[in-house]
């Protein structure tokens, strides 16, 4: 799909504190002057500089004829029946990605994207069979939520306890850690207190294992860590996450040991999605806490949402709490993910762009 915009303007959406000062230093205005748009941009959420008031007008219009306040196109939006939102975002260059919004009763999540596609091919993961296009920029990760504040009327930034949109998990399209310096920066706006204002504390980041940016997370950004794990044998995450071919089980804990917010206060997630006679059994439970040992851990374990042409199922309700059972007894916190949004396959691992399913469904059709 070729992009329809035409707009060369700068956008300052993803810029940091220092290079918005930057910015206007080549525009002759002082760096007191970011301060003044930061609070537009990340508390206020405007997006039109006419509208800016503590501006002057000729600072407004010369803004506006050089740089913009942008957001990504929504190309859809969708809403489940149990509440969950769907948005699928055009970017500039005609590119897509998925976000969702999980609303719960005293909070809610908004499942953000790292990448266009994903690069890691994990075989129960609809978006892994999504190819990788390209990492997403630092003003198209924050631009996610904002545009999910847009559509919850949630501008200026709340306090926490009025947010419908209170936290963030890195658990969307792609692997956040293959794109680090451009989700760090992202993320970093969001934490800051004079804008969007969301604390370390309520933000999660999501990976299948990338062993040497791990520790670096969490010594520059100090967000909470979730491990995509799935399965105790090597030889079973080859086959379920293949960079386990590269960062394998062993080295991946390691890493979660020395993460350095890891405290029982603050747990690391092990995410594990339930599959029928693959990684379900008694055994697999056991070695789980085996392996988990001395680790601050919380297990999610997810039921397998499947989708057309999925090669695994869902285990029972029985099998999977028996294993959360087992779990639970050596004393991990082992909550069963309740699917959100199956009706608008925005469910954990469906998530892959409406026109990527259509261009597929229409290559089946011309081939039959």
């Excluded at 942008?70 to 998925?98: C, Y």
């Excluded at 949109?165 to 890195?170: A, H, Q």
């Excluded at 207190?193 to 969490?218: F, H, N, Q, W, Y």
């Excluded at 089980?249 to 693959?278: G, H, Q, W």
Aim: proline share 5%; glycine share 8%.
């Amino acid at each position: 799909m070729m992009s329809t915009d035409t707009d060369e303007r700068i956008d300052l959406v993803g810029l940091t504190r220092e290079e918005l000062v930057g910015e206007l230093a080549r525009l002759g205005e002082k760096p007191f002057r970011a301060k003044q748009l930061w609070h537009w941009i990340y508390h206020q959420g405007e997006t039109d500089f006419a509208e800016m008031t503590t501006l002057s007008k000729d600072f407004r219009a010369k803004l506006a004829e050089t740089h913009k306040v942008s957001r990504p196109g929504v190309a859809t939006e969708q809403t489940s029946i149990d509440g969950t939102r769907k948005w699928l975002f055009r970017l500039a260059d005609g590119k897509e990605v998925e976000t969702v919004h999980i609303p719960e009763e005293d909070r809610g999540a908004v499942c953000v994207s790292s990448q266009v596609g994903c690069t890691l091919a994990c075989k129960f993961c609809h978006t892994g069979t999504q190819p990788m296009v390209r990492n997403l920029t630092p003003g198209e990760i924050v631009g996610q939520f904002m545009a999910a504040r847009d559509s919850y009327g949630e501008w200026p930034s709340p306090s926490d306890g009025s947010r419908n949109l209170s936290n963030i998990v890195m658990m969307g399209m792609g692997e956040p850690l293959f794109n680090y310096e451009n989700v760090a920066k992202a993320l970093t706006i969001v934490m800051d207190g004079d804008g969007i204002a969301l604390s370390k504390r309520r933000i999660t980041l999501s990976t299948s294992g990338i062993v040497p940016e791990i520790e670096r997370c969490g010594a520059e950004l100090g967000v909470n860590l979730a491990i995509s794990l799935h399965a105790v044998r090597d030889d079973l995450r080859d086959e379920l996450v293949p960079i386990n071919k590269k960062w394998p089980i062993a080295e991946l804990l390691d890493a979660c040991r020395r993460y350095p917010t890891s405290s029982n206060a603050r747990r690391i997630t092990f995410e594990y999605v339930m599959l029928k006679d693959v990684n379900d059994s008694d055994a697999d439970a056991h070695e789980l806490v085996r392996l988990l040992k001395g680790i601050p851990a919380k297990i999610n374990l997810i039921p397998f949402n499947p989708w057309p042409g999925a090669v695994y199922e869902c285990s029972s309700n029985n099998r999977i709490h028996r294993f959360a059972e087992i779990v639970n007894d050596a004393g991990y916190s082992s909550p069963v993910r309740t699917p959100r949004g199956r009706d608008i396959m925005a469910a954990c691992g469906q998530l892959k762009s409406a026109s990527e399913r259509a261009r597929k469904f229409s290559e089946r059709a011309q081939t039959a």
